[in-house]
């Protein structure tokens, strides 16, 4: 099992839709989740981290399922400039942030 | 400040040549990593650095890669002899402290390497 699995789409969404991208880490122990926004042909960026709770920041909501190893990323409504390729990040703890091989959402006028 | 600096954005060469990649991490950051980028495997970790001392090299693919930082301002990575599959985009990233593990990684342009 890879260490941490994305779909990797595409998504192609109508403006204004709701996505959710998600994605199952392999390491229980895992401390701490992120995720990154790749735009085309551009660096990977820090998009928003993830914590237990859950977190939201604008249209942009993050959860953490523990117990099943798993996180998500819920975008509301969808804007052409949110077209990019969303990166699963898990800490496992000991060793270098994981990255995983990105989720293409695509946002169609 | 400036972001990470990586050189040359563009490479192309031919099979069997030497290529350098050049960074500069933003000043103050004591962790630099090396990744390599594929449609087929993602982003992948090469090595990465602690305070300008190698500390995993284990994604290194083969010998023919290696990386080098001499000062806390500058790193290098260099495939000798270069093969078409080392085709790839090369980003470099650095981050700061002793959670360097959870902090934020800053990454560079990044150099789209070419090898015919």
């Known amino acids: 099992r890879k260490e941490v699995e994305q779909d990797p789409g595409p998504f192609n969404v109508p403006e204004g839709a709701t996505v959710a991208f998600n994605c199952t880490y392999s390491n229980s122990a895992s401390q701490s989740f992120f995720w990154y926004r790749q735009d085309c042909r551009k660096e990977p960026k ?3 981290s993830v914590y237990s709770s859950g977190n939201e920041d604008g249209r942009f909501t993050a959860q953490l399922n523990r117990a099943s190893q798993y996180i998500s ?30 989720t293409r959402l695509s946002v169609i006028a | 400040d400036a972001g990470v600096i ?8 031919e099979m069997g040549q030497e290529v350098t990649l050049r960074c500069k991490p933003i000043s103050g950051h004591d962790y630099l990593f090396w990744y390599r980028q594929t449609m087929m495997r993602g982003l992948e970790l090469l090595i990465y650095f602690n305070n300008n001392v190698p500390i995993d090299d284990s994604g290194m693919p083969e010998d023919r890669f290696s990386a080098k930082m001499p000062n806390a301002s500058f790193s ?3 495939i ?8 790839a985009v090369y980003f470099c990233a650095s981050t ?8 934020t990684q800053y ?4 150099t789209r390497l070419t090898v015919l």
């Not at chain 1, 509301?76 to 990105?102: E, H, I, M, Q």
């Open chain 2, 6 to 13: 990586q050189s040359p954005r563009h490479e192309v060469t």
């Open chain 2, 80 to 87: 000798q002899p270069s093969e078409p599959r080392d085709s």
């Open chain 1, 73 to 102: 990323l819920l975008i509301r409504d969808s804007k052409l400039s949110d077209s990019a390729t969303y990166l699963c990040v898990v800490n496992p703890g000991n060793t270098p942030l994981v990255f995983g091989k990105g």
């Open chain 2, 107 to 110: 990454f560079g342009p990044g």
């Open chain 2, 96 to 103: 700061y402290g002793t959670a360097s593990y959870t902090d």
């Open chain 1, 46 to 48: 820090l998009l928003m």
């Open chain 2, 76 to 78: 290098t990575l260099k």
